[in-house]
């Protein structure tokens, strides 16, 4: 199956600092990922769908100058929280479709963002 | 609109035999997911249905009725590391991941 990265695993920034998250797939290319965001006990919510070369789909309620998304290349598409405040402190998980019958998404390992 | 239950927690024997229901709702259906999330990271693929049946892989099971809009996953052999949060996904008519909140399963010795 497809493996994917993200960097970082953990980030804590102050208030009002933006922070970028990458996500990788090393050995796949993807021409669309999803970015998902994860609060403490509830289940994964679909923030956006990332489309290489095109402008993201963002799901209702979600601010797209908030949550900038970039997918330049098959391979890496980034999330960029801007102007951070702790509400948005999350578990952040992006993920691809492997492509195979079974329509199996391969997830990142997630990145915990803290904002103080 | 579009729904997915699970039960919220559930708790188990070590070596014992556990079923996770999960009951959807959902504009079309492409299939049905569970996935295993451990705290702190990220879900990781269980089994896949499309069709009718019981799918078995290893101590792992998943059965789905499409006319009841219903599925469980069934654990055996309980062992100490199965604890974790069981989330059932399903794929609407537009291939999208519809989520289920989660069952955290807590296994005791």
């Known amino acids: 199956g497809a493996v994917v990265s993200q960097h970082p695993s953990w980030v804590i920034c102050k208030s009002g600092t933006s922070v970028k998250i990458e996500c990788r797939s090393l050995?796949?290319?993807?021409?669309?990922m999803f970015w998902y965001r994860q609060f403490p006990k509830q289940s994964l919510m679909l923030m956006a769908t990332?489309?290489?070369?095109?402008?993201?789909?963002?799901e209702q309620g979600v601010e797209k100058d908030k949550f900038l998304i970039n997918h330049a290349s098959l391979t890496l598409s980034t999330l960029t929280v801007t102007s951070a405040h702790p509400e948005d402190s999350s578990f952040y998980i992006c993920?691809?479709?492997?492509?195979?019958?079974?329509?199996?998404?391969?997830f990142g390992p997630g990145t915990r963002l803290t904002v103080t | 609109g579009q729904n997915i239950d699970q039960p919220t927690e559930m708790t188990a024997t070590e070596g014992a035999i556990v079923q996770i229901n999960c009951t959807y709702q959902t504009s079309g259906f492409n299939g049905l997911f569970w996935y295993q999330q451990h705290a702190g990271e990220a879900p990781t693929f269980l089994s896949y249905n499309v069709l009718d049946g019981l799918e078995e892989k290893g101590r792992f099971s998943s059965f789905l009725s499409r006319s009841k809009g219903y599925s469980y996953l069934l654990l055996k052999e309980l062992q100490m590391k199965d604890s974790a949060s069981y989330l059932c996904a399903c794929l609407d008519s537009n291939y999208q991941l519809i989520w289920g909140a989660g069952t955290k399963l807590i296994i005791k010795p």
């Open positions: 050995d796949f290319q993807a021409t669309t």
């Open positions: 990332s489309n290489e070369g095109s402008k993201a789909t963002y």
């Open positions: 993920s691809l479709n492997g492509g195979g019958v079974d329509h199996e998404q391969y």
